[in-house]
């Protein structure tokens, strides 16, 4: 059975950092039981960005093939990430979340999202370096280009892997400087190594870690191994 139902709507324009809201009413003939199943939510519940990338997020709903599916959407803090023409622009470190509304029966759904700094280090007078050379796997397959990969002492970025290739096999290289040359065992810097995904806006850790001891890890016929299962 179909009825006429009345729909409040509202237009949202972002600019100069005001909500400009305009509303209006429409009726739309659909179908008791689409509205009884009617249902929305957004396809990440939680991303990591890097500062100034960009990303978009996009509504499912239940059932598919209901045909009104406008949603606006609007950030917590508009100063770490904003809106800018349904794209999310990451402007500053920082944590925040994006909101969606489905203009029908007003359901809302949010994303958590975390603006990580840039992997890059500054040019600086490092007298010591330790150097990996890794077969890195994750899920079992070489990653493409849209993942980098980071060696880091806590949270402090060291080094961007750079991939390379010798004899037909691919490797990444990183090369990880510090102030300290790590001949005191008990005091080495502990590296591990992340992994972000910027097609799927995912932050992971390898399993594997290593001591900054000044050494070379891995050789180009013995590649040091980073995996994710």
């Not at 689409?34 to 519940?45: G, P, V």
């Not at 290289?173 to 591990?192: L, P």
């Not at 594997?208 to 890890?217: L, V």
Request: contains cysteine; glycine residues 6%; proline residues 3%.
């Amino acid at each position: 059975m179909k009825r006429l139902i009345h729909i409040l709507i509202f237009s949202c324009t972002v600019a100069m950092s005001q909500l400009i809201v305009s509303c209006g009413i429409i009726d739309i003939d659909i179908n008791e039981d689409d509205l009884k199943l009617y249902d929305m939510c957004l396809n990440h519940d939680s991303v990591y960005v890097m500062l100034d990338d960009t990303f978009k997020l996009l509504p499912i709903f239940t059932p598919d093939t209901i045909k009104f599916k406008e949603v606006f959407f609007w950030s917590n803090n508009d100063s770490i990430a904003y809106i800018n023409d349904e794209t999310i622009v990451a402007s500053a470190q920082g944590e925040t979340y994006i909101i969606a509304s489905s203009m029908f029966k007003g359901i809302t759904d949010s994303c958590y999202v975390y603006v990580m700094p840039k992997w890059e280090t500054s040019p600086g007078d490092t007298p010591y370096e330790t150097v990996v050379y890794a077969d890195v796997k994750i899920n079992g397959e070489t990653p493409d280009e849209n993942i980098l990969i980071g060696a880091f002492r806590g949270n402090e970025f060291r080094s961007l892997g750079v991939w390379r290739e010798w004899k037909g096999v691919k490797y990444m290289e990183f090369r990880i400087q510090s102030d300290y040359d790590g001949s005191d065992i008990n005091s080495r810097e502990r590296i591990r190594f992340l992994y972000y995904d910027r097609e799927q806006f995912k932050l992971r850790q390898f399993k594997q870690r290593i001591e900054f001891d000044g050494e070379t890890h891995g050789t180009l016929s013995n590649l040091f191994e980073l995996t994710i299962p």
